[in-house]
Nanobody
Framework: VQLQACGGGLVQAGGSLRLSCQAS????????ISWYRQSPGKQREMVAS???????TYADSVKGRFNISRDNRKNTMYLQMNSLKPEDTGVYYC?????????WGQGTLVTVSS
């Protein structure tokens, strides 16, 4: 399975971006999917996750601002990011857990200017 992430870019604080991650070579189905980010000087952290039971969870720092979703017809997952802050800057990675394996996208850079 390959994951192709896109949608990053430069945005001013308070703005919005939507990240997309399309899977090929396998289906998303209702397998767990997540978005992680790695900010400069920090470890990679989970920001949003869609669990196998179809519940969602978010990092405290993004609750109420970010929304994870999926479109199985397009085999694509999304991360809608609103009210962006400079501390949201980082490389965002999508992840799929399928048949006991983790699959990662290549990352897309989000830069939020103050």
């Amino acid at each position: 399975v390959q994951l192709q992430a896109c949608g990053g870019g430069l945005v001013q604080a308070g703005g919005s971006l939507r990240l997309s991650c399309q899977a090929s070579g396998g289906t998303l189905g209702y397998n767990p999917i997540s978005w992680y980010r790695q900010s400069p000087g920090k470890q990679r952290e989970m920001v949003a996750s869609f669990r196998a039971d179809r519940s969602t969870t978010y990092a405290d720092s993004v609750k109420g601002r970010f929304n994870i979703s999926r479109d199985n017809r397009k085999n694509t997952m999304y991360l809608q990011m609103n009210s962006l802050k400079p501390e949201d800057t980082g490389v965002y990675y999508c992840k799929l857990v399928r048949v006991g394996r983790d699959y990662w996208g290549q990352g897309t850079l989000v830069t939020v200017s103050s």
